[in-house]
């Protein structure tokens, strides 16, 4: 079975961001109950207990590790129970944790060719020292056994897929089409153990939906999805930026395109977003937008939230994990 760690629900900036001094950052920064605080999008899985592997390497991965004991040194006087990262885009929130894991602890970096590339044309990750810190391509469409640094198998599999997004926003060229943007710079993925069994998809960053990912979706027993803004022109209206979601990469949760729109025929049995940017009034537990969408079957996760895939008695109810927020 499939054991999950949320590790962070929020979009870049966690909730509160550093610099925003909006109502929602202002009411979490006070300890308010229902604006609880959240890192940077991250989960960790793993299928033995012992091996974890983290989807996407936030900023804020050292204090992220400190929060969650599974992550904890266990043997000797220099260990991690961190296996690999995965990078599913080359935003700065999915690939800057990655110099956190420096101190000569082996693990793998698995990305698409795009975002690895990246990562090889800035010299500051090199302090993941290639020779203990191998990097491993994941082509599209193709299982991919998730192997520990020396090559020991961990009883899992990933399959990566693109999903419409943009290329991260330090490296846009505004000279071209879609600002440079091109296949593998953001993809999906498809987590199962090699054995068997239910699996689960986490796309943290989407553009739109297209009938390809709807079809892969239908039915499935567990997605994270990218939830960045409640509405399009979010962050316009509330005076933070100019730039609509659309023009961000990001489909909104509302609208006639939105997220909860587009899952509505699909029989996922648990859907739960991530990357939940500070504007999005769906992060507030009292608020109209996040009774709206747990009506629709959607929740919206806490740091440390704790999911078991496979095991008896199935996955924790949307009650259940509810009370587990308070």
């Known amino acids: 079975m499939l054991r999950i760690l949320v590790l962070g629900a929020a979009a870049g900036g966690g909730f509160p961001q550093w610099n925003?001094?909006?109502?929602?950052?202002?009411?979490?920064?006070?300890?308010?109950?229902?604006?609880?605080?959240?890192?940077?999008?991250?989960?960790a899985v793993t299928a033995d207990g012992d091996n974890w592997f983290v989807l996407n390497a936030a900023p804020d991965?050292?204090?992220?590790?400190?929060?969650?004991?599974?992550?904890?040194?266990?043997?000797?006087?220099?260990?991690?129970?961190?296996?690999?990262?995965?990078?599913t885009n080359g935003d700065i929130d999915a690939i800057a944790g990655l110099v956190n894991l420096r101190e000569g602890t082996p693990f793998s970096i698995y990305g698409h060719e795009r975002v690895l590339s990246v990562l090889a044309a800035n010299s500051v990750f090199s302090v993941c020292n290639r020779e203990i810190v191998p990097r491993r391509e994941l082509p599209l469409e193709k299982d991919v056994p998730l192997l520990l640094a020396d090559g020991t198998p961990s009883g899992m599999t990933c399959k990566a897929?693109?999903?419409?997004?943009?290329?991260?926003?330090?490296?846009?060229?505004?000279?071209?089409?879609?600002?440079?943007?091109?296949?593998?710079?953001?993809?999906?993925?498809?987590?199962?153990?090699?054995?068997?069994?239910?699996?689960f998809f986490f796309i943290s960053s989407c553009a739109r939906m297209t009938p390809e990912i709807a079809a892969r979706l239908k039915g499935a027993e567990l997605v994270f999805?990218?939830?960045?803004?409640?509405?399009?022109?979010?962050?316009?209206?509330?005076?933070?930026?100019?730039?609509?979601?659309?023009?961000?990469?990001?489909?909104?949760?509302?609208?006639?395109?939105?997220?909860?729109?587009?899952?509505?025929?699909?029989?996922?049995?648990?859907?739960?977003?991530?990357?939940?940017?500070?504007?999005?009034?769906?992060l507030l537990g009292d608020s109209r937008e996040r009774a709206e969408l747990e009506a629709a079957g959607w929740e919206v996760p806490f740091d440390g939230m704790d999911i078991t895939l496979g095991a008896k008695g199935g996955p924790k109810t949307l009650a259940a994990v509810r009370a587990g927020a308070r």
Request: hydrophobic share 35%; charged share 20%.
């Open 61 to 87: 991965l050292r204090q992220q590790i400190a929060e969650n004991p599974p992550l904890h040194p266990k043997h000797g006087l220099r260990h991690s129970p961190i296996a690999g990262a995965i990078v």
């Open 225 to 282: 999805f990218d939830g960045t803004l409640w509405s399009d022109d979010e962050m316009i209206k509330a005076g933070m930026s100019g730039k609509t979601g659309a023009r961000m990469g990001h489909m909104s949760m509302t609208g006639e395109n939105g997220t909860i729109a587009a899952f509505a025929d699909l029989d996922v049995k648990r859907k739960i977003f991530i990357h939940i940017n500070n504007s999005n009034p769906a």
């Open 161 to 199: 897929f693109a999903v419409p997004g943009k290329v991260a926003l330090y490296l846009e060229d505004t000279s071209k089409e879609g600002f440079g943007s091109d296949v593998g710079d953001t993809i999906g993925l498809h987590i199962r153990e090699t054995s068997g069994g239910p699996g």
């Open 20 to 43: 925003c001094n909006c109502a929602a950052c202002r009411r979490a920064r006070s300890g308010d109950k229902n604006a609880r605080s959240a890192h940077q999008a991250s989960v």
